[in-house]
């Protein structure tokens, strides 16, 4: 018990601004559950934003921390394995798992390779977690 309180504080940085912009969401018509050690968030501004990431290719979910974004209820179902590898990832690398997300999708696009795809991060999600 004591080190999952740790992880959980360690990606608390990162689970607060998920809270705030899940508020906004909530704000916006959007809904919210939790499973687990997880807050998931769907529909409302959420939906909109998640439809317009990555230059308008869109993803159907997103996680930051404790908190998990979903264009809809369907869409957290799908992906929740997938995700619960990022949260177990950001309980592992805490405040640093965005610079180290992000830079490893700086250094594969200068690559030339697939900046998500390729993603050390996200292949392990998609190898433990399946597909979105």
Known sequence: MPLRLLAIIWASPYTLLGIFFGSIGLCTGGRVRIR????????GSVKWLLQRFFFGEGA???????????QTDAALDISRDH???HVCQFERWGPLMGPAYLGCSLVL???CRRPYLDNPFERQAFEEGGGE
Do not use: K, S
């Open 36 to 43: 687990g050690r997880v807050i998931e968030f769907h529909g």
């Open 60 to 70: 159907i979910a997103f996680t930051l921390g404790h908190t998990v974004f979903g």
């Open 109 to 111: 696009w200068v690559m």
């Open 83 to 85: 995700e619960l590898v």
